[in-house]
């Protein structure tokens, strides 16, 4: 157990429908991450959030959107969804920037 | 742009030993090695923050070459609860979130 988690696990919805993903960091972690793994592309980094503010963002569509809320925890939420949106998305969190990230289970979503 | 990994996927037998490479075009700062069982969260192994510097977990081991930008892990006497998909990622200029590689697929059979 990463101490990181993530809920929920497995969602199934529809295509231009909204959904939002939780992540909660392990106790002390500052920075939290998300990641987009799907067969292809390998884990695409998406966006990362620092004690409250956005930090770094890498390929994140706008359709895409997140934040970091006072108590650390995590929501990135995925609207006008499409078929290709269909992938595993993981939250991590680390103590700092520089520092080795722990990865939640991972939520399983499935655009339909 | 991510790190290039070799080979995309390789099969042992238990106890042989096997090499995963990890090569940059871009400067390495360090690099972060993780391992990902199938269905499961990807796991953290090492990281390497020296040029050279090799380090060790029990049977596994890694080596980063700043010169030559790159990165490889080394897996001797392989057991089965070794397979799994490999990563490696960098975060390229120092501060940044990492960047993975698309991963090396290791399947170790009796």
């Known amino acids: 157990d990463s101490g990181v988690t993530q809920t929920p696990k497995h969602l199934i919805t529809a295509t231009g429908q909204r959904v939002t993903l939780r992540c909660s960091p392990r106790s002390g972690d500052l920075s939290v991450y998300w990641y987009q793994q799907s067969l292809d592309q390998g884990l695409q980094f998406l966006i990362q959030y620092y004690n409250g503010e956005e930090r770094a963002k890498g390929n994140i569509l706008e359709r895409f959107s997140a934040q970091q809320f006072p108590d650390l925890h995590s929501e990135l939420n995925l609207s006008s969804l499409e078929l290709g949106d269909s992938a595993l998305y993981f939250c991590a969190s680390s103590v700092g920037t520089r520092s080795e990230l722990f990865f939640g289970s991972g939520t399983q979503l499935s655009v339909l | 742009q991510q790190p290039v990994q070799s080979p995309q996927a390789v099969i042992l037998r238990e106890g042989e030993d096997a090499v995963i490479n990890c090569s940059s075009s871009k400067a390495l700062y360090s690099v972060h090695w993780y391992r990902q069982k199938h269905g499961e969260a990807p796991v953290f192994l090492m990281i390497?923050?020296?040029?050279?510097e090799q380090k060790g977990h029990e049977k596994i081991s890694a080596s980063f070459n700043e010169k030559k930008q790159q990165s490889s892990l080394y897996l001797t006497a392989s057991q089965l609860s070794y397979s799994g998909t490999y990563f490696c990622g960098t975060p390229y200029s120092g501060n940044t979130p990492l960047v993975f590689g698309k991963g090396t697929r290791l399947s170790v059979i009796a």
């Open positions: 390497l923050l020296k040029g050279g």
